[in-house]
């Protein structure tokens, strides 16, 4: 069962599908688990939906949310700013304790890439959440920005673009608008990948609010509940080495899950082998 549902930010209409196996929550609450969209992207990239639609599977109940100014919810279109993120995943929590079909009890989250790094940051401020996987997520932006733009060449050209951003905002109030691939390249073979009508620019205090951006800081606050850690082995996207921080940084229960058969988009593959072990980890920490 799929109900459209709206949630209110600062004024801003934002537009989720909270979705609902078909007879579960009529018996009992459910578990649930809130899906975040990655960088730019909405709630039915092929990411975000493939993996609320696996959950399901498992019997448990999704919350899919458009973040302001992405896909049909309100807002600057193309203003993604890390922590306003993380405010609306607790507002989106909110929004479950309020639902009677949801156990209020056994709320999780579920990201990639950038909403694999908001997750880990909502849950570490937010005893809420019960269980949290991040799968290409990252942990501390400064450094991922530096194994994105990993020459001399690239570092000071995107540091540049942060610069000319402050100095024409603080001149002008006016954003500078930057290429999605020069905040974060995506090689082409990828691009696929990326959610359909997601946005292909963005003003410069998004890669700014990305660049300050540290969950790092807050991931040790996670443990004592569960914490899975998925990244492709060799992420052409978002460098390996920032879920390995986050493992380092993390307490336990966390579990670090290096993958040698998918690249950045892991839920977007449908990879049988992400699947089981989700479902696996699932059952032992979080079951529905």
Request: proline fraction near 5%; charged fraction near 25%.
């Given at each position: 069962?799929?109900?459209?549902?709206?949630?209110?930010?600062?004024?801003?209409?934002?537009?989720?599908?909270?979705?609902?196996?078909?007879?579960?929550?009529?018996?009992?609450?459910?578990?649930?688990?809130?899906?975040?969209?990655?960088?730019?992207?909405?709630?039915?990239?092929?990411?975000?939906?493939?993996?609320?639609?696996?959950?399901?599977?498992?019997?448990?109940?999704?919350?899919?949310?458009?973040?302001?100014?992405?896909?049909?919810?309100?807002?600057?279109?193309?203003?993604?700013?890390?922590?306003?993120?993380?405010?609306?995943?607790?507002?989106?929590?909110?929004?479950?304790?309020?639902?009677?079909?949801?156990?209020?009890?056994?709320?999780?989250?579920?990201?990639?890439?950038?909403?694999?790094?908001?997750?880990?940051?909502?849950?570490?401020?937010?005893?809420?959440?019960?269980?949290?996987?991040?799968?290409?997520?990252?942990?501390?932006g400064e450094k991922k920005f530096r194994g994105q733009h990993p020459s001399p060449e690239a570092w000071a050209k995107f540091t540049g673009i942060l610069e000319e951003g402050r100095r024409r905002k603080a001149e002008t109030g006016e954003s500078l608008m930057v290429s999605r691939f020069d905040i974060v390249p995506i090689p082409e073979h990828l691009r696929q990948g990326m959610s359909?009508?997601?946005?292909?620019?963005?003003?410069?205090?998004?890669?700014?609010?990305?660049?300050?951006?540290?969950?790092?800081?807050?991931?040790?606050?996670?443990?004592?509940?569960?914490?899975?850690?998925?990244?492709?082995?060799?992420?052409?996207?978002?460098?390996?080495?920032?879920?390995?921080?986050?493992?380092?940084?993390?307490?336990?229960?966390?579990?670090?899950?290096?993958?040698?058969?998918?690249?950045?988009?892991?839920?977007?593959?449908?990879?049988?082998?992400?699947?089981?072990?989700?479902?696996?980890?699932?059952?032992?920490?979080?079951?529905?």
């Amino acid at each position: 069962m799929q109900e459209r549902i709206t949630i209110d930010y600062r004024g801003l209409k934002l537009t989720g599908l909270l979705d609902a196996p078909t007879g579960a929550c009529a018996e009992k609450p459910c578990a649930a688990i809130m899906v975040l969209h990655g960088f730019g992207g909405n709630k039915d990239g092929a990411s975000t939906r493939l993996g609320a639609a696996m959950l399901a599977d498992f019997g448990y109940a999704t919350l899919r949310l458009d973040m302001p100014g992405c896909g049909e919810s309100e807002g600057e279109r193309g203003r993604v700013i890390c922590l306003e993120q993380v405010e609306c995943v607790k507002l989106a929590l909110d929004y479950l304790e309020s639902r009677p079909q949801i156990d209020s009890a056994r709320l999780g989250l579920m990201g990639s890439s950038f909403g694999g790094a908001v997750s880990v940051y909502a849950a570490g401020t937010d005893q809420r959440v019960g269980a949290v996987i991040s799968a290409g997520g990252w942990g501390d932006g400064e450094k991922k920005f530096r194994g994105q733009h990993p020459s001399p060449e690239a570092w000071a050209k995107f540091t540049g673009i942060l610069e000319e951003g402050r100095r024409r905002k603080a001149e002008t109030g006016e954003s500078l608008m930057v290429s999605r691939f020069d905040i974060v390249p995506i090689p082409e073979h990828l691009r696929q990948g990326m959610s359909a009508g997601g946005h292909m620019a963005f003003p410069a205090e998004t890669a700014q609010s990305m660049f300050d951006f540290r969950a790092n800081d807050v991931v040790g606050r996670i443990a004592p509940r569960p914490l899975l850690l998925l990244h492709s082995a060799m992420d052409s996207v978002t460098p390996t080495d920032q879920s390995i921080e986050l493992f380092r940084r993390a307490g336990q229960p966390t579990d670090l899950i290096l993958l040698s058969d998918v690249d950045h988009f892991a839920f977007g593959e449908n990879n049988p082998r992400v699947r089981a072990i989700v479902q696996d980890w699932l059952a032992k920490y979080f079951p529905a």
